[in-house]
């Protein structure tokens, strides 16, 4: 038995046909199963593109047991797949689909290339026509397989048009080979055409790199992208390869390879690790562990993180967080075992002087993380950040949250510095400015914390260097007008808007108001409705409806969306009041609502486009005090150029 680790192009480009078993299952793999895959190759193109490809990423293992002769001239050799057959056939799918995307966009060089890991070259003596396959699948998937392999893109559209509902393939299907293919597809063409959403640059950080992320449609940046995703599946994922010899019984090591065991978290291997160096250290191990890492193992740190990207158990996320915290980089949550152990033994060399001192750096991360994740409430200050976090679903935040909490200021300056990033996030969104770039940012500034220190100096200075579109802190005026303006209800959807309207329904209280928390099961109300009929009169003129594309109906349309018309209610009386008028709504609430933000209507006889802007004018006084500007660095002038 032989076994070496190989990137896909080194295995898929020898000549040689890959036999699958005919005691082996079809191909299976489901959406939950390609998502992933997508994901992976996905994070490998961007770091391809952006120049940041530090590890290749391990995908499985791939067990081969040769066929006959090990060589025969003019004979291509054979070897069967004991284990990774369906790792093998989703690589050649991918490779089918990124060949027709490449095609589509006249990119025939990429294809070309492409096929060079799908066909192989006839040798002499070859006689079965299928040899020219790299993959030869089960009887039962052959046809299909082959189908995909050897048509373009329309032809199996039209050749399978059976087996499609609307414009893709069920995912109930049967034929998976072809959902997989279809799938694949369109994940392709719509990276190539526009690219991915973390494929942002901070565009006004004197290092930036140039990236294509936000080009039109155009036939470089499409070929670039095609390029970078087929480097991306060649060159940067990899299997680990392991080849049976004559006295290896292949069907045995195929049913204990698939037994059912539980997988391993990148932060299990971490573990294991960290003790295998412990014991070489001839540490006490059972009193490092019993003290130092048994929380870790309680149920809740393997329970998936909400909100994080991607979808992981919190110990995942959590090492993440520390790793970016501790060293201010980039990291990659899908060689998450692999930027540890350069982190923990960078070069070859430890960091730490003994593992005892390793285990206490991540034990002093724990409860901030907990504390952020709402499961203690020990920190006030950091619990009430992680809250806000959450309702905006921005957990990228959470390494400079530790470097700020884990850092020697004092607490009321760590108190200024967890207001100021909620409130950047919230005027930015509310501005109408991109979040995309949030975790660009977030990542740079905790670079700048590591090399300077967490302070509301250092977060003016990062600042005040980005005054661009995709990283800027809006400044009063900008923010104003985006609240009186930009549709809130849309650019802060669900949890985020109804954390703006409670944060106005506080300020809105006076000083002897009761002291009462968010209750569950709040809505958000549109007090003119979305769809208003004849009972919501217009303040001048004849009743027009929604769509009917009068100037009026149009500009109606955008102030109902905005914060001056927004308000909070229970389910039942956000249900209760519905379209009705403006009067009945009133009296619904003066009956039902104990919210100080809803004593505004008590007064009023009429609600219309008057009544917003009004309404959103003192709204937006209140919330430039919520959420702050940046304080301007003492040697600024207004334009923010240096005296």
């Known amino acids: 038995m032989q076994a070496d680790d190989h990137p896909i192009e080194v295995i898929l480009a020898e000549g040689r046909r890959f036999m699958v078993p005919l005691y082996q299952r079809k191909y299976q793999w489901h959406d939950f199963q390609l998502l992933p895959f997508w994901q992976d190759v996905e994070a490998k193109a961007i770091e391809v593109l952006e120049g940041e490809s530090k590890f290749q990423h391990y995908m499985g293992a791939l067990i081969l047991a040769p066929i006959g002769e090990a060589a025969q001239i003019g004979v291509t050799p054979k070897v069967q797949i004991v284990d990774g057959q369906q790792r093998l056939t989703t690589f050649q799918l991918f490779l089918a689909a990124l060949r027709e995307v490449a095609k589509t966009h006249g990119h025939s060089d990429v294809a070309a290339h492409v096929g060079g890991y799908l066909f192989n070259n006839l040798k002499t003596k070859d006689t079965d026509k299928l040899t020219r396959f790299k993959l030869t699948p089960t009887p039962s998937d052959q046809k299909v397989f082959h189908d995909i392999m050897d048509k373009d893109y329309r032809a199996i559209r039209t050749q399978y048009a059976a087996n499609y509902w609307g414009r893709s393939v069920p995912k109930n299907t049967p034929f998976r080979a072809l959902r997989a293919y279809d799938e694949f597809y369109q994940l392709i063409n719509r990276f190539a055409q526009f690219g991915s959403a973390e494929m942002m640059v901070d565009d006004d950080a004197p290092d930036a790199l140039d990236t294509i992320a936000d080009e039109t449609d155009t036939t470089e940046a499409i070929g670039t992208r095609l390029e970078a995703m087929l480097t991306a599946v ?80 919190r110990i995942d996320h959590f090492l993440a967080h520390v790793l970016a915290a501790e060293t201010g980089d980039k990291i990659s949550m899908r060689e998450l075992y692999a930027e540890y152990r350069a982190f923990a033994v960078p070069k070859g060399r430890p960091r730490f002087q003994q593992v005892e001192d390793e285990l206490r750096v991540l034990g002093k991360y724990a409860p901030m993380y907990e504390t952020l994740e709402g499961r203690i409430a020990e920190d006030a200050d950091l619990h009430w950040f992680g809250r806000k976090l959450s309702a905006w679903q921005v957990t990228t935040a959470y390494p400079i949250a530790m470097q700020i909490s884990a850092s020697r200021i004092a607490d009321a300056e760590k108190r200024t510095l967890f207001r100021l990033i909620y409130s950047y996030v919230v005027r930015r969104a509310l501005s109408g400015l991109t979040a995309k770039n949030l975790n660009r940012v977030f990542q740079s500034l905790s670079q700048v914390f590591v090399e300077k220190g967490a302070s509301v100096g250092a977060l003016q200075e990062f600042f005040a260097k980005r005054p661009g579109d995709s990283t800027r802190f809006p400044d009063e005026k900008e923010f104003r007008d985006g609240l009186l303006t930009k549709a809130a209800y849309t650019l802060a959807p669900n949890t985020r808007i109804k954390d703006v309207l409670w944060e106005l329904e506080l300020a809105s209280r006076s000083r002897f108001a009761e002291e009462i928390p968010m209750p569950a099961g709040l809505w958000t109300e549109h007090v003119l409705p979305q769809s208003w009929t004849e009972a919501w009169p217009f303040e001048e003129g004849a009743f027009v409806e929604r769509f009917s594309g009068n100037p009026k109906a149009k500009a109606r349309d955008t102030i109902v969306q905005t914060l001056g018309n927004l308000t909070l209610l229970t389910g039942g009386l956000n249900i209760s009041v519905g379209n009705k008028g403006f009067l009945e709504k009133r009296a619904k609430l003066e009956e039902h609502t104990g919210l100080f933000l809803n004593k505004w209507f008590l007064k009023l006889d009429q609600w219309d486009e008057v009544a917003i802007t009004a309404r959103g004018e003192v709204l937006a006084d209140m919330a430039v005090k919520i959420w702050p500007a940046l304080p301007k660095l003492s040697n600024q002038t207004e334009e923010g150029t240096s005296l």
Not at 249 to 263: C, H, M, R, W, Y
Request: zero cysteines.
């Open 234 to 313: 060649l060159n940067r994922m990899k299997l680990v390869v392991i080849t049976l010899g004559e006295g290896d019984d292949a069907q045995v090591i195929f049913e204990t390879l698939n037994s059912k065991g539980e997988p391993l978290l990148a932060m299990d291997l971490v573990r294991n690790n960290i003790f295998y160096r412990a014991e070489k250290e001839q540490a006490e191990v059972e009193d490092l562990y019993k003290t130092l890492w048994d929380p870790f193992d309680h149920a809740w740190w393997r329970e998936a993180a909400p909100f994080a990207r991607p979808t992981r158990p």
